[in-house]
Nanobody, 128 residues
Framework: VQLVESGGGLVQPGGSLRLSCAAS????????VGWFRQAPGKEREFVAA??????????ASADSVKGRFTISKDNAKNTTYLQLNSQKPEDTAIYYC????????????????????WGQGTQVTVSS
């Protein structure tokens, strides 16, 4: 199983990026996916999650990114996306995607320990 993040980079405050998480070696439409981030000197924190169906109706997101970040899932392409809009300097971090199979629960999906597989991360830097 492999998860590969891409799309990170340097962006100015107020700017946008779209991160991708490409999956291989698993039946992607059976896996829920979450995004987490870790800033220097801080613990890894939950950003957003989506169920195996990719339905937006039961997606979850952290309060700090609600209304700015959007998670989506394309099972046909084995890829999950995280759209980052209206970015702030405090969004600077390494962003990781994670996946697991099983019953999706928006509460459980906020816990990093719930996930089975992790990518290596992609750096996002928000700075003028």
């Amino acid at each position: 199983v492999q998860l590969v993040e891409s799309g990170g980079g340097l962006v100015q405050p107020g700017g946008s990026l779209r991160l991708s998480c490409a999956a291989s070696g698993l039946t992607f439409n059976r896996y829920a996916v979450g995004w987490f981030r870790q800033a220097p000197g801080k613990e890894r924190e939950f950003v957003a999650a989506i169920s195996w169906t990719g339905s937006a109706s039961n997606a979850a997101s952290a309060d700090s990114v609600k209304g700015r970040f959007t998670i989506s899932k394309d099972n046909a392409k084995n890829t999950t996306y995280l759209q980052l809009n209206s970015q702030k300097p405090e969004d600077t971090a390494i962003y990781y995607c994670a996946a697991r199979t099983g019953v999706y629960n928006p509460s459980n999906a906020r816990r990093s320990s719930w996930y089975e597989y992790w990518g290596q991360g992609t750096q996002v830097t928000v700075s003028s």
